[in-house]
């Protein structure tokens, strides 16, 4: 099999490595595949922690029709080195995320320029 990853690409063609997904590649089919790499505690691989999401936005990586493959790694901690924590990898699983069920989440959101901005401050002070 002849299979090339690379960072994905914007519309724009920006390769692009931070948000979802990580890893874009063809198949020997022609196929367009986008992978999602990932690590879980078996510990909590049970809980209603998030572990997946997805945000859209004006340079959204998602830009074809295309395979959705995560491939995640059991991580867990096995000694310590200094300060420093020791991992290893117990397993691995590759998943289909074509069935994978999402909550939407809506969200009102600012960054620091929006929310320190001169216009909004009532009053401050040093302390």
Same mark, same amino acid.
């Given at each position: 099999? *002849? #299979?090339? &990853?690379? &960072? &994905?690409?914007?519309?724009?063609?920006?390769?692009?490595?931070?948000?979802? %997904?990580? #890893?874009?590649?063809?198949?020997?089919?022609?196929?367009?595949?986008? %992978?999602?790499?990932?690590?879980?505690?078996?510990? $909590?691989?049970?809980?209603?922690?998030?572990?997946?999401?997805?945000?859209?936005?004006?340079?959204?990586?998602?830009? !074809? *029709?295309?395979?959705?493959?995560?491939?995640?790694?059991?991580?867990?901690?096995?000694?310590?080195?200094?300060? *420093? $924590? #020791?991992?290893?990898?117990?397993?691995?699983?590759? %998943? $289909?995320?074509?069935?994978?069920?999402?909550?939407?989440?809506?969200?009102? $959101?600012?960054?620091?320029?929006?929310?320190?901005?001169?216009?909004?401050?009532? !009053?401050?002070?040093?302390?």
């Amino acid at each position: 099999m *002849n #299979i090339k &990853p690379t &960072p &994905p690409s914007t519309k724009d063609g920006k390769k692009k490595s931070t948000r979802y %997904l990580d #890893i874009e590649f063809t198949d020997e089919f022609d196929q367009i595949n986008y %992978l999602e790499c990932k690590t879980f505690n078996i510990k $909590n691989v049970d809980t209603t922690q998030r572990s997946f999401y997805l945000s859209p936005s004006e340079d959204f990586k998602v830009t !074809a *029709n295309a395979h959705h493959f995560a491939i995640c790694y059991e991580i867990n901690v096995v000694g310590r080195k200094g300060k *420093n $924590n #020791i991992y290893k990898c117990n397993s691995w699983k590759i %998943l $289909n995320l074509e069935a994978l069920q999402l909550d939407v989440k809506y969200e009102f $959101n600012s960054d620091n320029a929006g929310m320190y901005n001169e216009k909004l401050i009532l !009053a401050e002070g040093k302390i």
